[in-house]
């Protein structure tokens, strides 16, 4: 995960691809792009019950949790207007 990690301290965020940014939450890199692989994009995570996620070696409850608070975070910032949002965390 290391190399993740780097890329983004040294790149920003932006520059992750999406299996990278997904790989970081999970803790599991080949979750992740089995996941984005399967899925087609974060996107495609959208609207499909947590119990689907199950199936990643690797993935258990607590990452399976983590994925849908990040996608509940997600959420909540889309709800914001541009000017409550303080600027770029990276």
């Known amino acids: 995960m290391t190399y993740i990690q780097d890329k983004l301290v040294d790149k ?7 299996a990278e940014l997904l790989a970081l939450i999970l803790s599991n890199e080949q979750a992740a792009e089995d996941i984005i692989r399967d899925f087609g994009s974060l996107a495609g995570l959208v609207n499909h019950p947590l119990e689907k996620f199950y199936r990643y070696k690797g993935l258990g409850d607590a990452k399976i949790i983590q994925l849908a608070a990040c996608y509940e975070i997600a959420c909540r910032l889309l709800q914001k207007e541009p ?3 303080p600027g770029r965390l990276c």
Do not use: D, F
Request: hydrophobic content about 20%; overall charge negative; cysteine-free.
């Open 12 to 18: 920003g965020p932006s520059k992750l691809s999406e």
């Open 83 to 85: 000017h409550e949002l």
